[in-house]
């Protein structure tokens, strides 16, 4: 839920709360006077009464419609009769209900004879009123609440109609872009701190972004270029018909270790790029065409092992996704596959809803499996082996907010990649 609209929602719900709790508030003020009215009234009903019985030898009962009913008691009860009042409903012949009224029960001696004298006052014109009161209030309430949330709602979109500025534009900020953030101005204090900070940061960013790329563009060209004519001088020697068998040995040493440092320093330097963001074009990328392409490139290994293929893939799945990080994604994860099949085995290859998964016979996992997406941790023996594959997989991954998950058996190895619907579409025919 947005900031404005939850804000707006409390504030509306507390004056809501409020209003309610000050209707209820009124009601018992007012229901508390009204009660103190009529006792005041059942009062003075009552010294009229005995005022008027003062001239009287023989205490009557009093006509129906008189209010009140006298009747004898004994002295015992006389002494345990406490004057009170209560609430008690009796039957109206107007509205034919019962109906709530306000009684006084008191008493009287009256020449050496003990009574009980019931005065009742009707509660009707309170009820009404509180009927009233009741909707008077939620009319209030509704209207109130109504304006108060329109009158919220248009203050905080305006107050806060800075802040959504600065973060639209940040959500389309990249530190790959020359353009430089036009952030709103704003009299509220708290907002240009915001837009000052927003500023430096982007600038800090820009610049540490610009540094870090040009360091790896210097040690792209700067280590490879020596290595690949170290490389070259190399193989110029071991042509060499001349060459001692010892030193074609350590010639052939020299150039593995050589190409050896060159594709690690390759590897290294596509992390970081992956990690700094430099492949930020995107487009939709198609999978089933690469991984039938790499296959294609590494049939000879699959000849060479006797391997068994096993290829279902989903023609229509796409990924919103850079193509060059999606085959190196992919390659890495074939050729792993290939590499590292047992002989005479397997490698399932499916592509379906949102999953990738590439299974192959292979030897046990000895270590924790979650482990080999970490750099310079392998499995396999051969010494070609960088152990940065899967460091590879799980940095592109990361780039993408995709999930991949290693699974062993006995017998086989497999990692599943599961993508995020956002990066996940189906091919419409847009393309």
Known sequence: MRLLNRSTLISTLLLLLALVISGLYIYDQVSEEVHDEIDEELL???????????????????????GFTIEPISKTEYKHLNEHFEDIELYELIEKEQEPHRQLVTK????????????????????????????????????????????NFLLQKRLWRPFYQTLDQLKHFRVDQPDALH????????????TQVVSTLAEVNRRSYQQQKQFVENASHEIQTPLAIALHQAEELIQNPDLQEKDARALGLLTEQLERLSALNKALLLMTK???????????????????RLVGEYEY???????????????????????????????????NAMLHATQNGSVQIHVSDQKLSIANTARPITGKTEALFERF???????????????????????YH??????????????TIE??????????GAL
């Not at 009903?45 to 030898?57: D, F, M, N, P, Y």
């Not at 952030?183 to 915001?194: A, C, G, K, N, Y």
């Not at 391997?307 to 190196?328: F, G, K, P, W, Y």
């Open 44 to 66: 003075n009903r009552k010294l009229e009464i005995l005022a008027g019985l003062q001239s009287q030898t023989v205490v009557e009962n009093p006509p129906l419609y008189a």
């Open 108 to 151: 009287f001696k009256h020449r050496d004879q003990y009574y009980r004298l019931r005065i009742e006052a009707s509660l009707l014109d309170l009820e009404d009123m509180g009927e009233v009161i009741a909707y008077s209030t939620a009319w209030v309430c509704a209207a109130l609440v109504l304006l108060g949330f329109l009158v």
């Open 183 to 194: 952030l709103p101005t704003s009299s509220i204090l708290e907002f240009q701190e915001l």
């Open 274 to 292: 992956i990690s700094n963001q430099q492949y930020a074009d995107v487009e939709n990328v198609a999978l089933a065409p690469i991984v039938r």
């Open 301 to 335: 290994l699959s000849e060479e092992k006797e391997l068994q293929l096993d290829l279902q893939l989903d023609e229509t799945m796409q990924l919103r996704a850079n193509v060059h990080l999606i085959e190196i994604l992919l390659r890495n994860l074939v050729r």
């Open 377 to 399: 941790v392998k499995e396999s023996p051969q010494r070609q082996s960088l152990g940065l594959g899967l460091a590879i997989v799980k940095s592109i991954c990361e780039a």
């Open 402 to 415: 995709y999930t991949p998950v290693i699974e062993t058996t006995e017998h086989q190895f497999q990692i």
């Open 419 to 428: 993508f995020i619907p956002d990066s996940f579409q189906k091919d419409s």
